[in-house]
């Protein structure tokens, strides 16, 4: 059964660097093929991909938020994470990470960027 | 980055109506086009992929068609339960790109 969650602060302030967890399980990220993806919805707005890891180690960048970004994935292949620096208001959103072209999605975790 | 426009932005149907939801794109995404059903409070659900092809467990009242620019996902017989908002998604070239949004209501 392959289920994902994503797990991060709730609220931070702006300027600060938000960090996200996206832990998974009935998949592999090491194999072939396999990417795991973040993306976020503001509320009662459209969807917008942010960044994707694949299983060699491969990373990609929305190329408008890229020098914010940063996309990694830990050793043993069950956890992707994702950081955005310097957060202002414009960033709060549900974060939701996604299996490949999103076949699978984690139930997101809303993230506010308040003062 | 490609636009996808989506087209209407609210349709009101009943039960057992034949509805039809538009994505056009800026370009030619290849068929790489995929759609999302999302209910309210819950994560995007995938419906049909690269155009055409239904996911596993999505009935088949749901069907995709298209190429090139535009492209179209076809409900034949709407039930209570495909109330919500539908996504069209291109993943041809990076950035991937969402249309706004169709929200489907009940007339």
């Known amino acids: 059964q392959v289920t994902l969650k994503e797990s991060g602060p709730g609220m931070l302030q702006p300027s600060k660097t938000l960090s996200l967890t996206c832990s998974f399980s009935?998949?592999?990220?090491?194999?072939?093929?396999?990417?795991v993806s973040w993306i976020r919805q503001p509320s009662g707005k459209s969807l917008e991909w942010l960044a994707a890891?694949?299983?060699?180690?491969?990373?990609y960048y929305n190329p408008s938020l890229k020098s914010r970004l940063t996309v990694s994935k830990d050793t043993s292949n069950t956890q992707v994470f994702l950081k955005i620096t310097s957060v202002d208001i414009a960033d709060t959103a549900t974060y939701y990470c996604?299996?490949?072209?999103?076949?699978?999605w984690g139930q997101g975790v809303m993230v506010t960027v308040s003062s | 980055d490609i636009q996808m426009t989506q087209s209407p932005s609210l349709l009101s149907a009943s039960v057992g109506d034949r509805v039809t939801i538009n994505c056009k794109a800026s370009?030619?995404?290849?068929?790489?086009l995929n759609w999302y059903q999302q209910k309210l409070g819950e994560a995007p659900k995938l419906l049909i992929y690269n155009t055409n092809n239904l996911q596993t467990g999505i009935p088949s009242r749901f069907s995709g068609s298209g190429s090139g620019t535009d492209y179209t996902l076809t409900i034949s017989s709407l039930q209570p339960e495909d109330f919500g908002t539908y996504f069209c998604f291109q993943h041809n070239s990076w950035p991937y790109t969402f249309g706004a949004g169709t929200k489907l209501e009940l007339k």
């Open positions: 370009q030619n995404i290849n068929k790489y």
């Open positions: 996604a299996r490949r072209l999103g076949d699978y």
């Open positions: 890891i694949d299983w060699d180690g491969d990373k």
């Open positions: 009935g998949f592999s990220l090491s194999t072939s093929g396999m990417v």
